[in-house]
């Protein structure tokens, strides 16, 4: 008789749990349409007209791009131009509309997303596209006799050539990683009994201009005013001055390499660096990618991506689509990379060894 409770306790919890399992099973499926709109499937977007699309574009840039007046462009008229092609449109066509329209700008920050998050840029430089395969960073690694070693999650490459002149490669200027700060550092230290250091930027399509004045300071003797941004209106930017770095500074020869491939934050880079008494430029004229981009979302989910404001060059004048000419200039070509050769680099690590 004293084991009786304890048994029927035991069995009692059991079928307990086990109506009440089925009970909560019974009300997800019966609630099951409830929680697959709230929860699973994304809202519909309103249907917004093609025209009512193609006018929401074609007004943020008419409000906030900053080189109608440099390029010489009547956006007036091309309004005029693609309103009735966009009021003929149906479904996906306006995405063509809008691609065509943007792509009268020439303008390689340009680009839009569509509602379904598809990223459609209608202008690349034509340099760009030309020379963006002559620059291999394998072809680079040639030249130095042990593995280029690299930090900051990949974004930059660094080594020391036998005549005892230092290299950096910087991929981009995105500041995306928390350790790309900390690590550019290390590599300063480390390289600060080189006779001197190259600092490559080709294929650099850009990034922040946060992490662009940081790199710059590290090689700075006394504080710099960095370029001047004007907007749409012809406002220009308050005075800015970057800083040298407070605990490391190399302040020995450098030379930057670029290309035209070299675009935005590195084109900047490119800007300020030349006005270094120890800085040298090699290579090609930048991209010409002079506009800070913003992000303007418009009805329909579209997201329209362009500058509203423009970098200068130190004189006041404008780089963009023009770009920025080296010190010094030397082609590399694609068929040169095919060949395992680097020009570029080889005329560079000369000059620094006759400093």
């Avoid at 690694?141 to 230092?166: C, E, H, P, T, V």
């Avoid at 480390?190 to 250091?197: A, F, Q, S, Y």
């Amino acid at each position: 008789m004293g084991l009786l409770p304890v048994f029927n306790r035991q069995y009692f919890v059991k079928i307990r749990n086990m109506v009440l399992n089925k009970i909560f099973i019974a009300f997800l499926f019966s609630n099951l349409s409830f929680l697959q709109c709230s929860y699973i499937f994304e809202p519909v977007i309103e249907e917004v007209s093609p025209v009512k699309i193609f006018e929401d574009a074609w007004q943020v840039a008419d409000e906030n791009y900053p080189f109608f007046a440099f390029k010489n462009i009547d956006w007036a008229s091309i309004y005029q131009k693609y309103y009735l092609k966009a009021k003929n449109t149906q479904g996906d066509e306006i995405l063509i509309v809008l691609h065509n329209m943007l792509g009268e700008l020439k303008d390689g920050h340009i680009w839009f997303y569509t509602n379904g998050g598809k990223r459609i840029k209608p202008f690349y430089s034509p340099r760009t596209l030309k020379d963006r395969k002559a620059f291999s960073l394998l072809v680079v690694q040639k030249y130095f006799d042990k593995k280029l070693s690299f930090a900051g999650g990949k974004r930059f490459f660094y080594g020391i050539l036998s005549n005892n002149i230092g290299y950096i490669y910087i991929s981009t200027f995105k500041n995306d990683r928390t350790e790309w700060y900390i690590d550019f550092k290390n590599i300063i230290s480390r390289l600060k009994n080189t006779d001197g250091i190259i600092i490559d930027v080709r294929n650099n399509e850009g990034g922040s201009d946060i992490v662009t004045h940081y790199v710059i300071s590290f090689f700075l003797q006394q504080p710099i005013k960095s370029p001047v941004w004007v907007d749409s209106q012809g406002n220009k930017s308050p005075e800015y001055r970057i800083n040298p770095n407070k605990r490391i500074k190399y302040l020995k020869n450098i030379v930057v390499l670029q290309n035209d491939t070299s675009f935005s934050a590195a084109e900047e880079f490119v800007n300020i660096m030349k006005e270094l008494p120890s800085v040298t430029t090699v290579g090609d004229t930048t991209a010409g990618g002079s506009g800070a981009p913003e992000d303007f979302r418009i009805d329909g989910g579209f997201i329209i991506h362009i500058p509203t404001k423009a970098l200068l060059r130190y004189n006041g004048e404008y780089f963009e689509n023009t770009g920025i000419s080296p010190d010094i200039v030397v082609k590399q070509s694609e068929t040169d990379v095919k060949k395992g050769v680097d020009y570029q680099l080889e005329f560079t690590i000369q000059l620094l060894k006759n400093y």
